[in-house]
């Protein structure tokens, strides 16, 4: 089939995924950065919800980040970022479930919550979704291996990490960390943070810190975007 058409957004977590699995993959691809304020007129054709990752591969027109990422891992199956097995793949698929419909709007309540009480309300939910991780995720699933299900490194660790790389938002604008209850998490996260692909599509804080300044309409701290 041919080259793989991958459109993006620098600042979405969802691209960040698939941009990962590519990577992991050794994929070759050809990017096309979108502007999500000014979309080329086109884009809708290959992204039918205007949203970001979308890819095109032959006939194949594809977006959502999940539906992306499992195409890619059959079509291109060398190295797997799924489990063999049924079983072992159904949990995996639980988890990015999680991470899609917990973790993630716990996150977004949090941080960009209308008011303070949808703030606290939200700071309770993602503690508790991370709470639930170290012991129910990597506390059970991965033993001693530093990857969500053992040794290798896969789509359930792709699918939670981007927003791992946006928790110094989190404590510039919500005076949150992780907590000292999640030290399986920071393990975790100390290991993935340091894999080729995702240094690869990783953003700088000063990135995030002034894009959400702007979106929270929150001005930064003098020498905050330096930190």
């Known amino acids: 089939m041919s080259n793989i058409q991958l459109y993006f957004a620098k600042a979405s977590t969802f691209s960040q995924r698939t941009r990962v699995v590519l990577l992991e993959k050794g ?9 999500l304020q000014q979309k080329p007129a086109n884009f809708t054709l290959i992204s039918r919800y205007g949203k970001v ?15 992306i990422n499992e195409y890619l891992d059959e079509v291109f199956p060398e190295p ?19 991470a899609n419909t917990r973790l993630v709007p716990a996150f977004n309540k949090f941080l960009r919550g209308k ?3 949808e703030q606290e309300q939200g700071r309770g939910e993602f503690l508790e979704a991370l709470l ?3 012991q129910e995720g990597l506390g059970k699933l991965s033993g001693n291996s530093p990857y969500w299900l053992g040794e290798t490194f896969g ?12 928790l110094p938002v989190l404590e510039h604008f919500r005076n949150f960390t992780l907590p000292a209850e999640t030290p399986r998490l920071q393990k975790w996260w100390d290991v993935v943070r340091d894999r080729k692909s995702v240094q690869a599509v990783a953003n700088p804080v000063d990135f995030y810190l002034d894009r959400f300044a702007k979106i929270l309409g ?10």
């Open 218 to 227: 929150q001005p930064l701290a003098v020498g905050a975007a330096q930190k």
């Open 80 to 98: 797997p970022l799924l489990p063999g097995d049924p079983g072992e793949k159904a949990i995996a698929r639980l988890w990015i479930d999680y």
């Open 115 to 117: 008011d303070s009480q």
């Open 132 to 134: 639930y991780i170290e």
């Open 27 to 35: 994929i070759e691809f050809t990017a096309t950065e979108i502007d």
């Open 155 to 166: 789509l359930v660790d792709i699918s939670f990490y981007p927003w791992f790389e946006r």
């Open 53 to 67: 990752p979308a890819i095109k591969h032959g006939d194949i027109e594809l977006y959502e980040s999940a539906i």
